[in-house]
Structures are given as C-alpha cells and as structure tokens.
C-alpha cells in the first residue's frame, strides 16, 4: 500500500466527464516478413496468456481515512484491459486516428488499475497498431516512454517478448523513487521542509526577474498576462486526435542554419500552426500566444510518479516573419533556461509551483477565468534513437496522444524516434473544428523557414 503523491492527486481532483485525465500513445508496426496474413490474431492469443501483470499496472485506487492509496488488485481482470480489435474497411490511418479519438474521449474506470491496451488488426499494408491509454496520477509522460521503450527491441528476431503490463521488474524499486513532486513542494514551501525552505530566496530572485520583465517587455506575456484565445474556453468530452511524422533531418537543418536547438524549431512549427488556424478562424489574438513547456527533471531511470518543471514561452504568434519568430522564441526559452541553470532540482520545482499557482487555482475552481497563464500545451518526450520491435514487427510511428482541459483545448505533444519527430495533436472536437488541418499548417511552418534559411 502506497500513498498518492500530493501531485499525484491533482490528476484525480481535476478529472470530471469532459476532462478524463489519462495519456496515451499510439504506436504503428509493420508485419514481420515472414509473418503470416493471421499474425496479428496469434500475438493476440499469445498475449492473453501474459496473466501475470507487474507494478504499476497491477494497482488500483483505495481509501482511507479520506487518503488516496495504490493498492495491489487481487482481483484483476485482464481481459477488461487487453483488447483485441479491429478496424472497419478500408483500414486507413483515418480509420485509425477515428478510433483513437473515441476511445482517447472515454474516462477511466476507478475501481480497477486505470489502464488499457488496445491491438488492433485491420489497417491496410499489413501493418497492426497498438493504443495504450494510463491514468495520468499512474505514469507521467517520460514514465509511460520509458514503459514503452522496454517492451522494445533493437533485435528484430527476438520473440516471446512480454507487453507492457508484464514487464519484469526493475531492479531498484520504482515505486519508492519518485523524488519530490511539483504540488509537495508548494507544501515544502509553505513550513513542512527545512530543504525546501532553504530554496526561498532563489526562488523569490527568479520570480522577481519574471514579474520585473513582464513590465518592461510588452511584448512578453509572463504567468499575469497570457491573452484570451478560443484555445481557453470551456470544453466537452469529446476529441479529436491528429498525428504526423516529421522529418528530423530537415529540422536539425533548420536548426543549422538559424543556430536553434530542434525544441526551438519544433516550437516554432506550432507557433505557425497556431497562428494559421486561429487566423483562418478570424480568432488570433494581438499578443503572442504563450506556451506550457514541461521540462523532465527526472535524474534516474524510475518509471513512476511526475517529476517535472515548467517553462512559460512565448510563441511570438504577433509576428509575420517565420524566422524572427523562430529567434523570437529561441531568445525566450534561452532565457528560461539561462534562470534554471543557475538553480537546484528543488528550487527549479518551487519555482514552477509558484509559476502555475495561479493557472492551478483557476484549473481546480474555476473561479478565475480571465488568469489566463498559458494558452497551450506543447510537450516533448525522447524516445528510441535506434530502430526498434516487438516479436519481430517494427515500430514504423509512434505518436504521444495527451490531455485536453478546460480552458486548455490543445495538447501538441511530440517524440522522437530514429529520423523522425511524431507529432500528436489531441483537442476538443468542438472548440477545435477541423484539428487535423493543423497538421498541413505544421508542414509549413517547417517549409517557411527552410525556405528564409535557403535550405
């Protein structure tokens, strides 16, 4: 029996119909060469024979005394969270992200461990697909990575290999390494930690510099001053998921060419999908649109719990020109940055407890909608550098499928696998009409400013 960290709890406290807190991930194989027309429906007999489910899949919600517990369920149910599916003709990644969609839309049951994994035959070019949706107080995003990137293989003739429910142990205990919390240490701050005391006056002096820019730089929106967007209204249930593969190549030329870092370049690819879809919807706001980065703070290679810091950027979505905005962005993260190498682990996560508390406040009541802090979420997780797979079917994609919220209709999370940025857009169907054409608009912001770098 474990106690859910403070920010662990959050994902619970803020889950409700329209804003189910899980992530996900879509991954997309190819058949094995000699694998026979039936393979996908053999890896699904084989797989329900992997009855033994290891942490943290194995554990479910308890209370007591009014305290949130993981809890080992004796009782588990596999095939209520393996299922074998397929999807309808003509098998297209149409088909595919429809279905991805509707089941991203569809809340957790709480009284078993909150996850599910979906193998999915039917997809044309004899490919198959697994989508994995977890709790989000179960996993954080590098977790669910690393979760992931273990049930692969650089080995394409290695079979037999467990999904990620069955994973062995590690073995260093996971579930006792999670390190200090975001919303624990606001708690720290306030008296409960002599450490966390300790970090004030840093965190004061950043802060300090913060609120000291926003009044000098108009042009920059700090935590007081994000503008109003139709990204920031309320939301339904529903979604809409978009994916697409990016080349890393003709980024990392980008990044030559204006000395950016890819996290820049991709950053400015969403400024401009941003900034041309709200214009086409006569909705872009004057100032520029400001973006939640979150930063892994993770030092270890524990799977379990949220260890993260923040990073307010500003997307320069006021600004015509692609490549002064991509400057405009890479002087801004530079300077975010620049103010956490000067800082330790634990004062980087009071920092940002302090940084968000007001979009924390309005995220858990709604009491204070024009605080706008960020606009939108654009997240990126390392994956597998090396071309990866299971039971002999390579791993063609992979691509992040997050959380959408109230007053934050649009998660851009992207990862990295072998050549490749995937991309996974996943927002609101209804504040958010026509998601997917975000994609074409990602594919030219690249070209824009391949094209002023004379790439």
């Not at 840093?202 to 929106?221: E, G, H, I, M, Q």
């Not at 820049?264 to 100032?287: F, G, I, W």
Request: contains cysteine; hydrophobic residues 40%.
């Amino acid at each position: 029996m474990k106690p859910l960290s403070p920010v662990d709890q959050v994902f619970l406290w803020l889950e409700k119909r329209q804003q189910p807190m899980h992530v996900g991930g879509l991954q997309l194989f190819s058949f094995p060469e000699d694998a026979p027309d039936d393979y996908v429906a053999q890896l699904a007999d084989q797989l329900r024979e992997r009855c033994i489910v290891t942490p943290p899949f194995d554990q479910r919600l308890s209370n007591r005394f009014g305290q949130p517990f993981w809890v080992e369920d004796e009782h588990l149910d596999l095939e209520h969270h393996f299922r074998f599916e397929a999807l309808p003709t003509p098998g297209r990644i149409r088909e595919l992200l429809a279905f991805v969609s509707a089941e991203h839309s569809h809340p957790m049951d709480r009284e078993r461990p909150m996850w599910e994994f979906h193998l999915i035959e039917g997809l044309k070019d004899r490919q198959f697909a697994v989508y994995t949706k977890v709790h989000h107080s179960l996993v954080d995003g590098v977790s669910a990575m690393r979760l992931f990137q273990r049930m692969l293989s650089t080995d394409p003739d290695q079979r037999s290999m467990p999904p990620i429910w069955a994973l062995p142990p590690r073995n260093h205990k996971d579930a006792e390494d999670n390190g200090p919390s975001m919303w624990r240490n606001v708690a720290h701050l306030l008296g409960e930690s002599g450490r966390q005391l300790g970090t004030v006056p840093a965190v004061s002096k950043a802060l300090l510099s913060t609120v000291n820019r926003a009044r000098k730089d108009p042009a920059y929106d700090s935590i007081f001053h994000a503008p109003q967007c139709v990204l920031n209204g309320k939301i339904t249930g529903s979604r809409r998921f978009a994916a697409q593969s990016y080349c890393l190549k003709r980024i990392r030329a980008v990044c030559k060419a204006y000395d950016t870092t890819v996290n820049d370049v991709v950053m400015a690819m969403c400024a401009t999908a941003l900034r041309t879809y709200l214009m086409n919807q006569d909705a872009l706001p004057e100032k520029p649109l400001v973006a939640m980065v979150p930063v892994s703070l993770r030092k270890d290679d524990s799977s379990g719990g949220n260890q993260v810091g923040i990073i307010l950027a500003s997307l320069g979505t006021h600004l015509n020109d692609a490549a002064e905005r991509l400057r405009y962005i890479h002087e801004d993260v530079k300077a975010s940055k620049e103010r956490y190498a000067a800082m330790s682990p634990e004062e980087i996560l009071n920092y940002t407890a302090l940084l968000l508390a007001p979009a924390g406040f309005n995220l858990l009541t709604g009491l204070a909608p024009k605080w706008q802090t960020f606009n939108v979420v654009i997240s990126n997780v390392p994956g597998p550098k090396e071309p990866s797979y299971w039971n002999g079917a390579r791993l063609e994609g992979m691509y992040p499928v997050s959380i959408a919220m109230d007053r934050i209709a649009l998660n851009m999370t992207l990862t990295s696998y072998c050549d490749q940025i995937e991309f996974g857009l996943i927002g609101c169907r209804r504040t958010l009409p026509s998601l997917q054409r975000m994609l074409d608009y990602l594919e030219e912001g690249l070209a824009e400013l391949e094209q002023a770098g004379s790439l």
